[in-house]
């Protein structure tokens, strides 16, 4: 353009005008300013075309690459998305083409890069198909994350459920963290909306699975067929045995012939086994198995030499009062009664002589293999000290016992192993009246006994501990005489009498009518006066004494009366005695 030209175009410009038309937006920004309009009309033509996306939307998209770290989405837009493969850790399986579902966080971060989050989108998404899992049954994935208090934390569609302890599988668990870091399959079981709380199953798959199986298993169930199981659970009275879906009990006392006390001396968890049918009720929901039916009687295998009177070793398996039984082979028991553990009459416990665990020898005295029955004795093992009873304890010696034992009635003295008498409780003391043997003696300690009568037959030995000592009541015959006067102290009172003592600790009865003093007044406890012997009595020990008689004429005839009867008594008997002797010696002379 020519400098004429310039300077008329400049003129042709009106300056009010130029301002008031000119756009200062595109001066500014250095681009043609878009009408509002047409942008409008451009961003809603926009909508809806390949690759257009608004964040926060969830859609999805393409892995189509997988790294160490990411995965790499196309989600059809101007630029992919990366996600971490720890949003993808419940899905261990995820290969690129997979379809996934995405959240957008970004279209653009400040580097321009599209920013994609699957974690997100399974959260949105997660409560819908929850709910409908749970109502369609679906099976679901999920990733075990960790344990907690009574079972695990479960990842499900984003959503954090619990799996209890008791549904994870049909078997009790013993380890959980087995199962941590694992995807699993699950059922949703229980849904609270409130708490927003979701329970899983996976032993409810399980069960489902197995149901045919059991229907299966137990249709063809019969008894006496043997089926290999699996050890399941122990309890103290028995073990559960899974038979692939079906469980049965072995009882504890068909686990092995022999004697145990707890099955876990047997089996152990997780075991394979062979087990054999032997029961099952009607529906065949109970079924009792049997383990040692698999095996031999032990009484079958016995040695068919054994005989009565053969010596054996056993262990003792079982104790009770009245015997133990002894395991003499594997399953094959005898029984010792406690009246063959020792030659004593006197019975005791079994435990006295042998505990479980003990190793004994022991004679056979019944053998019964058709009844399966054997009765064993330990004393037979050595000499019956009976035998030569009379020359070893005659009548009349003394010996030192041991207290074993005592009744109401007496104490049983052992004089040595199994030479057991019995000692009566009048036969304890010849002054002290003993009300019960615990009185004088304890259990275990030495006593002197005399002989007094021997049956051998019958194995009864009578024993007496005064006859050891002289029998003071021969000097009191002397002492205290019919009509002999002595000095005594009243001891107790009753309505029948008063007992006296005397200076040499003897005791007597003054019966209440000789109570009476003279004066008319009666005697009191604690007062100490005359008293005249009007009774006395050796064998019975017994000495009757009147403080009346002192001064009544009358007691006084009946007394003096009394004592010439017995002194007359005295000489009848030692003239009889003279008399025979004298006719003894004429008959001699004969």
Known sequence: MSEETKTVAAEAVNPAEFLATFNWHKYEEGIDEVDEAKLKEFEQALEGTVGFVNERDVIEGKVTRITDRDAIIDINSKSEGVISLNEFRYNPNLAVGDTVEVLVDKREDSSGQLVLSHKKARVIKAWDRVNNAHETGEIVNGFVKCRTRGGMIVDVFGIEAFLPGSQIDVKPIRDYDQYVEKTMEFKVVKINHEFKNVVVSHKALIEADLEDQKKEIIGQLEKGQVLEGVVKNITSYGVFVDLGGVDGLVHITDLSWSRINHPNEVVELDQKLNVVILDFDDNKSRIQLGLKQLSAHPWEALNSELKVGDKVNGKVVVLA??????????????????????????????????????????????????????????????????????????????????????????????????????????????????????????????????????????????????????????????????????????KEKNDKGATVTFADGIEAFAPTRFLEKEDGSKLAKGDTVQFIVTEFSKEYRRIVVSHTSIFKEEEKRNIKAAAKKANDAEKTTLGDIGGLAELKKKMEGK
């Open 321 to 490: 009062d009245y015997g133990a039984f002894v395991e003499v082979e594997e399953g094959v028991e005898g029984l010792i009664h406690v009246s063959e553990m020792s030659w004593s009459t006197h019975l005791r416990s079994a435990g006295d002589f042998v505990k479980v665990g003990d190793t004994v020898e022991a004679q056979i005295l019944t053998l019964d293999r058709e009844e399966r029955k054997m009765s064993l004795g330990m004393k037979q093992l050595h000499p019956d000290p009976w035998t030569d009873i009379t020359t070893k304890y005659p009548v009349g010696s003394t010996h030192t016992g041991t207290v074993r034992n005592y009744t109401n009635f007496g104490v049983f003295v052992e004089l040595e192993e199994g030479i057991d008498g019995l000692v009566y409780i009048s036969d304890l003391s010849w002054t002290k009246k003993i009300k019960h043997p615990s009185d004088f003696v304890t259990v275990g300690d030495k006593l002197e006994v005399q002989v007094l009568e021997l049956d051998v037959e019958n194995r009864k030995l009578n024993l007496g501990h005064k006859q050891t000592q002289d029998n003071p009541w021969d000097a009191h015959e002397a002492t205290y005489a019919i009509g002999s006067t002595h000095e005594g102290t009243i």
